[in-house]
């Protein structure tokens, strides 16, 4: 629980970071408003289209008697909104992330300069770095559907596919987001997704306790944007302590007989 209550700590001292450096987080908005626009479109569409969707794969319900065809479809259009919204909330990190890679890394270096130590800097050229974050992200996208597709099928389970599921979920979300967010700072540091992915889970608590809020403030409109200045130098927070080197345990004390 301790571990949980720290990566909550790490999101509120992001956010007091960002607000504290003004020019730092309007910089960091840009990224996140081009984002929101576009997304805005989609989630809106997606209203408007989820009912003729699910009219439209589903013709069997079409001779059932009432209640059953509405009550199915009904549940499936929900669903379907729900399983958007919960892939709208992991890829917009991703695409905001790309949008914004020379915004965000320089927050980044700005974050470790401004808590002292050493600052790890990219010497690729920003082709290659965006052309790693795409690969990457394509790469979490693709477990996150893994899991989105298990978790909506799991929805049609009475009471757990009501309660449960969407517990799992925003930590499923949580964990991902997360990890899009601590890869600014870890590519900076030379770590691959799978060193960075074996890195988190071996704080899976303290991840699930900055990502999993941080998820589940997104669902608000236009707190995403806003949070992502935050959001980024949290992470990178997150990630000096993740990478910390462990202190040596002192030499056991000898008495010298001698």
């Known amino acids: 629980m301790s571990d949980l209550g720290a990566g909550f700590g790490y999101l509120i001292k992001g956010q007091r970071w960002a607000f504290g450096h003004g020019r730092w987080f309007g910089f960091g908005l840009l990224p996140g408003l081009i984002t929101l626009v576009v997304y805005a479109g989609a989630l809106v569409g997606l209203g408007y289209g989820?009912?003729?969707?699910?009219?439209?794969?589903?013709?069997?319900?079409?001779d059932w008697s009432s209640p059953w065809s509405g009550l199915l479809r009904n549940t499936l259009v929900v669903l379907v909104f729900v399983l958007g919204l919960f892939l709208a909330v992991i890829t917009f990190t991703a695409v905001t992330l790309l949008v914004g890679q020379p915004f965000y890394e320089s927050l980044s270096e700005e974050v470790d300069r401004s808590e002292g130590g050493e600052v790890p800097e990219s010497d690729l050229p920003l082709w290659q770095e965006l052309w790693i974050s795409a690969r990457d992200s394509v790469r979490i996208l693709v477990r996150v559907a893994l899991y989105g597709v298990l978790l909506f099928a799991l929805g049609f389970v009475p009471v757990l596919g009501q309660t449960v599921v969407p517990a799992l979920g925003f930590c499923v979300s949580g964990y991902f987001l997360a990890e899009e967010l601590t890869a600014v700072a870890l590519q900076r540091r030379g770590l691959v997704l799978k060193d960075r992915l074996v890195l988190l889970r071996g704080r899976r608590m303290m991840v699930l306790g900055f990502g999993v809020p941080l998820a589940l403030s997104f669902l608000v409109p236009f707190v995403a944007v806003f949070l992502m200045p935050g959001a980024v130098a949290g992470a990178t927070l997150l990630v000096r302590d993740l990478t910390a080197a462990p202190v040596p345990a002192p030499e056991p004390y000898t008495l010298n007989k001698g």
């Open 50 to 62: 989820a009912d003729d969707f699910v009219a439209w794969s589903t013709p069997f319900a079409d």
